[in-house]
């Protein structure tokens, strides 16, 4: 071989080494951060959120690459952890929460509801001593006599207040619970398993809070996966709603919300409560409502 040709050679060799050195490279470590939402160790709320995220983030790794998913050490108000994923460089990248025109305006929504629209099926914690009053409603009508609790801006109060409802805001989720025992509202209304959960976890600091067990308030709610409006963010957008389309084909999503629900729903006795139908005035044209699959059918409990 000449010097020509062994030159040539000896280039076509460093390229296809370099090509299998790039090949070879690992994939970027996508970095996931969500909020820890409140300094309460009884603040169970979200657990079932963050599994189905950390879920569709494994189902994705093949095609996206490996990932880190991490809470974020700083608790946050719900006001906070809006403000921290609209900044460039904020401690999370990612929050999970019931939908509203606004949101989706701001953020960038995974139009996949976490929770098959169960948070839109709404129980009642209420003081033992009100049960009778509970008891005799029998329409919405009867329903809008008695104050509701709820957290400062959750997308509910509009909803109920649109509704005719008496809204009471507490500025902490941990508050409500001595607000309610302190007669500042008539009940807490909240999800089927939120209400069961924090009934079990606060019955001994708030021994005369009790479920109320006639009456069931739906109203369409989906929650959804937020993330910021940048590249990261739709990336990481693309890979959750790839993640979740995954686990609702192969089953996962439904194992896991059986997991997480199923007890409480089962336990919610759903078939003999009073279902108070009330409209959402503010969900969203893009809402997936054809797609069935997607939603909590209470008659089978899926």
Not at 45 to 62: C, P
Request: glycine residues 6%; proline residues 6%.
């Amino acid at each position: 071989m000449n010097l020509s040709g062994y030159r040539k050679s000896a280039v076509r060799h460093l390229l296809l080494a370099a090509l299998c050195l790039s090949s070879a490279a690992p994939a970027a470590t996508m970095r996931v951060v969500y909020p820890l939402t409140s300094a309460d160790d009884a603040d169970s709320r979200y657990e079932y959120d963050w599994a189905v995220l950390r879920v569709a983030l494994q189902k994705t790794e093949t095609r996206y690459g490996p990932f880190e998913l991490h809470q974020s050490t700083h608790p946050m108000s719900s006001q906070r952890v809006a403000l921290e994923l609209l900044m460039p460089g904020g401690r999370i990248n990612v929050f999970a929460r019931a939908t509203s025109p606004e949101l989706e305006q701001r953020y960038l929504p995974v139009r996949l509801p976490i929770d098959k629209g169960l948070l839109g099926y709404r129980m009642f914690l209420v003081r033992d001593s009100d049960l009778p009053r509970f008891a005799a409603v029998r329409t919405l009508d009867d329903l809008r006599k008695l104050s509701v609790g709820q957290g400062k801006d959750w997308i509910d109060v509009p909803i109920l207040r649109h509704g005719g409802f008496s809204v009471v805001e507490g500025s902490t989720y941990s508050g409500l619970f001595g607000m309610l025992s302190a007669g500042r509202f008539d009940f807490f209304s909240r999800g089927i398993d939120e209400a069961q959960r924090e009934y079990r976890e606060r019955r001994s600091t708030q021994p005369h809070m009790v479920i109320e067990p006639t009456l069931l308030l739906q109203y369409p709610l989906p929650v959804y996966f937020f993330l910021r409006r940048d590249a990261e963010g739709r990336l990481l957008a693309q890979r959750i709603a790839a993640g979740m389309e995954i686990m609702i084909r192969d089953g996962s999503l439904q194992a896991l919300f059986q997991q997480y629900k199923g007890a409480s729903i089962k336990a919610g006795q759903l078939q003999k409560r009073r279902v108070l139908q009330l409209r959402n005035p503010h969900l969203p044209p893009a809402t997936p409502l054809s797609r069935s699959e997607l939603w909590f059918d209470p008659h089978t409990g899926n």
